[in-house]
């Protein structure tokens, strides 16, 4: 309404010849949306000789506070792992795993340098008890499947966490790569084959004798179960 769009002009300081991009829908995925346009513009102006970012400052941040579960998108009434089902909760929010669990924050983290995440890890559950009602309560998961873990942890476990860096992509970065690919020492196709090894690629039973490697196939399987199991009448 013309009310509105003058509000807007007003409270944004929109000037002539001014552009001003709107999305609307729920928040998270309007902010990524709108974070993806944000870039996608800085690309746009600085192909055509705007000055918007200097490639020679690196400017690095953390990621904290992630929400420990997110709504599934499928099921909004059930909860999924926004990084994963081991990662531990926020010590000041495990009152609220058992009152409103979509509030919990979880000990994971992001370093990101440029806009571009170059690792990412977290602090993981060390207490079989927690990690029992996070599973099975929380997440519905069947915790027979996990029953070693939770054993192993009920048996004791120090509080334990790490990150993985992406190296390559922060080389890619470093240089000024075009692509991560410039950068990988052997970098894969689009169909995820190494070409200077020809992996992934089927390999003789004569090179995996030395290491004493035998690999069967449910085929072969079951022709020797077969071969290994006496008829009846070789029996009698």
């Known amino acids: 309404m013309e009310e509105e769009r003058l509000e807007l002009a007003r409270s944004m300081e929109i000037q002539e010849e001014d552009i ?3 999305t609307a829908g729920e928040h998270e995925k309007a902010c990524s949306l709108l974070g993806k346009l944000r870039l996608e513009c800085a690309d746009l102006l600085e192909m055509r000789g705007a000055v918007l970012r200097d490639p020679a400052v690196f400017s690095f941040l953390w990621v904290v506070d992630f929400p420990l579960f997110l709504a599934k998108e499928e099921s909004p009434t059930e909860l999924e792992s926004a990084h994963h089902p081991f990662t531990a909760p926020n010590s000041s929010d495990i009152h609220l795993l058992y ?3 979509e509030k919990v924050r979880g000990q994971h983290y992001d370093l990101v340098l440029n806009g571009n995440e170059i690792g990412g890890g977290s602090v993981r559950i060390h207490d079989a008890q927690l990690q029992r009602y996070i599973l099975e309560t929380l997440l519905k998961e069947d915790v027979k499947l996990l029953s070693h873990l939770l054993q192993a942890l009920d048996y004791g476990a120090p509080p334990h966490g790490g990150i993985a860096l992406g190296l390559d992509r922060l ?6 790569a075009p692509s991560i690919r410039d950068v990988i020492a052997f970098p894969k196709s689009y169909r995820g084959q190494d ?4 992996a992934p690629d089927s390999v003789s039973p004569e090179e995996l004798k030395p290491y004493h490697i035998h690999v069967l196939w449910p085929a072969d399987s079951e022709e020797e179960s077969a071969s290994a199991t006496p008829s009846k009448h070789l029996s009698s």
């Open 20 to 22: 001003v991009l709107l």
């Open 195 to 198: 070409l200077m090894s020809n």
């Open 171 to 176: 080389v890619c970065l470093v240089t000024g």
């Open 99 to 101: 009152t409103e669990p």
